[in-house]
T-cell receptor, first 115, second 113 residues
Framework: AQSVAQPEDQVNVAEGNPLTVKCTYSVSGNPYLFWYVQYPNRGLQFLLKYITGDNLVKGSYGFEAEFNKSQTSFHLKKPSALVSDSALYFCAVAPLNSGYSTLTFGKGTMLLVSP | DVKVTQSSRYLVKRTGEKVFLECVQDMDHENMFWYRQDPGLGLRLIYFSYDVKMKEKGDIPEGYSVSREKKERFSLILESASTNQTSMYLC????????????FGPGTRLTVT
């Protein structure tokens, strides 16, 4: 069975500084990997995904993530954080050969960007 | 834009009541999902459906049932609500295939008293 670990419950960063939200995964075979963001009292919004190819994936709002197969990681990054990036971030994984399109989500990391 | 709507944003029910949560998507997606979200536990899959009248159990199906009579509509039913079902419920839809992203509704915050 697949699993996702987001080791930090909360990440604090000052506006303008780079940010990293960590994610590691466990899955049989190759993975599909996703990042979602949840703003207060809202549903989740898709940010980016890794399917195959280039290990560096670019997504919405200036975010990017790097797939590292040897470290089984898919960390979310942004070069310069904005206060408006403050939200709850979820990493998710699905096996490449899964018969159904189900995702396994991490527990989420709260990102707080201070002015 | 894909739109997923849920019947209520907030709902308060009493223990033992039958509760219906409805989800509608407008993008002709094959797959639909129901999750519950609890602090510190992330999202947990309750049920999903990959076609009309088809359903599969997720990780935590106990105490819940679902219905999908039309492609665009997926209902979650709590047969006899209990206080431990107080939670945020999120519906999502996607095209068939694990590499497609899921689109989420705004959520229903259910309180069972």
């Amino acid at each position: 069975a697949q699993s996702v670990a987001q080791p930090e419950d909360q990440v604090n960063v000052a506006e303008g500084n780079p940010l990293t939200v960590k994610c590691t995964y466990s899955v049989s075979g190759n993975p599909y990997l996703f990042w979602y963001v949840q703003y207060p009292n809202r549903g989740l919004q898709f940010l980016l995904k890794y399917i195959t190819g280039d290990n560096l994936v670019k997504g919405s709002y200036g975010f990017e993530a790097e797939f590292n197969k040897s470290q089984t990681s898919f960390h979310l990054k942004k070069p310069s954080a904005l206060v408006s990036d403050s939200a709850l971030y979820f990493c998710a994984v699905a096996p490449l050969n899964s018969g159904y399109s189900t995702l396994t989500f991490g527990k989420g990391t709260m990102l707080l960007v201070s002015p | 834009d894909v739109k997923v709507t849920q019947s209520s944003r907030y709902l308060v029910k009493r223990t033992g009541e039958k509760v219906f949560l409805e989800c509608v998507q407008d993008m002709d997606h094959e797959n639909m999902f129901w999750y519950r979200q609890d602090p510190g536990l992330g999202l947990r899959l309750i049920y999903f459906s990959y076609d009309v009248k088809m359903k599969e159990k997720g990780d935590i199906p106990e105490g819940y049932s679902v219905s999908r009579e039309k492609k665009e509509r997926f209902s979650l039913i709590l047969e006899s609500a209990s206080t431990n079902q107080t939670s945020m419920y999120l519906c999502a839809s996607s095209l068939r295939g694990a590499f497609y992203e899921q689109y989420f509704g705004p959520g229903t915050r259910l309180t069972v008293t």
